[in-house]
């Protein structure tokens, strides 16, 4: 039997060589196929979820709720010390607080629903929402950086980690507004029931690779130092969390 891998479509574009890696290591280490399917965007991700042919997800924070609720997913490992934390940025001397920031802005983001989601909170102050900006869609944040650098957009959302990791060339033009400290949100490793027997051989093979010279390089490659183990119980609490955060 050959199970279907798919990484949530918001990893940044350098680390797919890791994924592919990372996916010949699962399939020696379980003895199984496993198919690694990149995914587009969330629409294709959430159309092959939908029609069952997602068996192991890195998944985004926004999608574990449904994909655990609703599809009977189970949470395996997170990876530690590695929260999604969001940044609103906008060009270097344009504003300088999120208060000082007209209500009718344009806004240059990507299709990552939490990043979305925690940078609409954080907008809040201003009394800005959803029906007083013009979103600007872009496929990745070097794209929102180009937008705000351009002038066409106002403000940017960003994933933290991907903004830190943007060129000092890029960040000198950029101008960080606020930074969410909610600590809490994280990706995580799932399993649909069709893989519920392998859950805790994939959670102590996941765990052990930062004690392995080869298989810790390989997890280098994917962006992450360690996995750790993520309970059903931690899985509840974030999607409480996020519900909490989009009502």
């Known amino acids: 039997m050959t199970y279907n891998l798919a990484i949530s479509p918001d990893?940044?574009?350098d680390l797919i060589s890791g994924w592919f890696f990372f996916n010949t290591w699962l399939q020696k280490q379980l003895g199984e196929g496993v198919h690694l399917e990149i995914h587009q965007d969330f629409k294709e991700q959430h159309d092959a979820i939908e029609n069952g042919k997602v068996d192991l997800?890195?998944?985004n924070p926004f999608d574990i709720s449904q994909l655990v609720r609703d599809k009977?997913?189970?949470p395996v490992v997170k990876p530690a010390a590695k929260p999604d934390e969001a940044i609103i940025a906008c060009h270097a001397g344009s504003f300088t607080e999120v208060k000082d920031l007209p209500t009718n802005i344009k806004i240059?983001?990507?299709d990552t629903p939490d990043v979305?989601?925690?940078g609409m909170i954080m907008l809040e102050p201003a009394d800005i929402d959803k029906t007083t900006v013009e979103i600007i869609q872009c496929d990745n944040f070097v794209?929102?950086?180009k937008q705000l650098m351009r002038g066409d957009a106002d403000v940017g959302f960003f994933l933290a980690e991907s903004f830190n990791e943007l060129s000092a060339l890029v960040k000198k033009d950029l101008y960080p507004l606020v930074s969410s400290q909610i600590h809490m949100i994280h990706h995580a490793m799932l399993v649909s029931p069709k893989m519920a027997a392998q859950k805790d051989q994939l959670e102590k093979l996941l765990i052990a690779m930062s004690s392995?010279?080869?298989s810790k390089k390989i997890l280098g490659e994917i962006g992450v130092s360690q996995f750790e183990t993520m309970s059903a119980e931690d899985a509840?609490?974030?999607?409480d969390l996020m519900d909490t955060l989009t009502t």
């Open 72 to 74: 009977g997913f189970l």
């Open 143 to 145: 794209v929102v950086a």
């Open 57 to 59: 997800i890195y998944a």
């Open 11 to 13: 990893f940044k574009p």
């Open 108 to 110: 240059a983001q990507t």
């Open 116 to 118: 979305n989601t925690i």
């Open 212 to 214: 392995d010279d080869n």
């Open 236 to 239: 509840e609490f974030m999607i």
